[in-house]
């Protein structure tokens, strides 16, 4: 959909300079840079526009109208006294993107959080019809492509609507901007060959928040500090630093309010699930209460934990909470005793004769 994004791989300066010193829009679609008629030296963009101090999300629109180009959408903006079109990006139905605003400047799309929002609008009027698949897919790989290094390099970018910010309509009420949440997310962790992926969390206190989400797209938690290198990992607490990873999604907050809300969304608006086979040696406990007991262990021996209702495969699992009924593995270690004393003190001699 987009592969003059994605194949030709343009840095950000050089987008950038293409359109000021082209003077006109663009629309990628395949490797072609087409022109417009307008020209921003005719618009004299130096006038009205202010950079964006910083970049913090993307606002979807809708046109509400038909599948106009882009200059359509110019020309009545500069009717209300614009300086040009409000928004960043235009996407027509057959998932043509068009070029509007350049990228570093603040666009006209939602009053209040131009100064840190890139506008992206759909082409049509999503009050009667649902963007099409196309759209869909061109708006997931372009918000990934502002994300990542290989593109704008952002990094990770909320997706909200412009009724969020907002008493409106758009961007309608047929769009679903779960499915670009979910597109981005796939993209974010796309690899062919994944060796190592999982949910990575500070400490025991972060544990209640990283469980349903474990559960949810079928995912082991590893704890910060094991001496792993991950494919593709989510991180719950602390950021990113430290985190020997390719791909990572982070899900911190400033606190553990904002960490648990943002890892709600993301179970809200996702349906991924890890293939879990062939696991070398994991730990299986019950729930939340067995995760004090097992933080050492899984610490000491840089193993992950896997709650019980994950469907996971393994070589050697340790049983740390319930029974080795339901666990799938060639070697079985049981650690669970009868109450969560007797494990504990079961983990705590396992621990100190290996």
Known sequence: MINWIKNNKVPAIILIAMIIVAGVFGIWQGATYLQDEFSYFDLEPARGFIERPVTKGVVYHHTASGDVPISRHHEFHLSRGWVMVGYHFHIRQDGTIEVGRPLNVQGAHVVGKNASKIGVAFAGNMQNHPPTEEQYESAAELHHWLETEEGMGYGNLTI???????????????????????????????????LIKGIIINSFADFPVAEPLAIKINAPIYLRGMDIEYDKAIIIGGGVGGINAEKAVDLSGSNRYETAQNTKDFIDQTDLEFDLEDIEEGVVINSFADFPSIEPLSHRFDIPIFIRQIDATFETAIVAGGGIEGIVADNIVKLSGQNRYETAENIYEYLTTR
């Not at 909200?160 to 796939?186: K, M, Y």
């Open 160 to 194: 909200t609507g412009h009724n969020d910010w907002a008493s409106t309509a758009c961007p309608g009420r047929l769009t679903n901007l779960n499915i670009i949440r979910e597109g981005v997310i796939e993209l974010r962790l796309e690899e062919e060959d994944p």
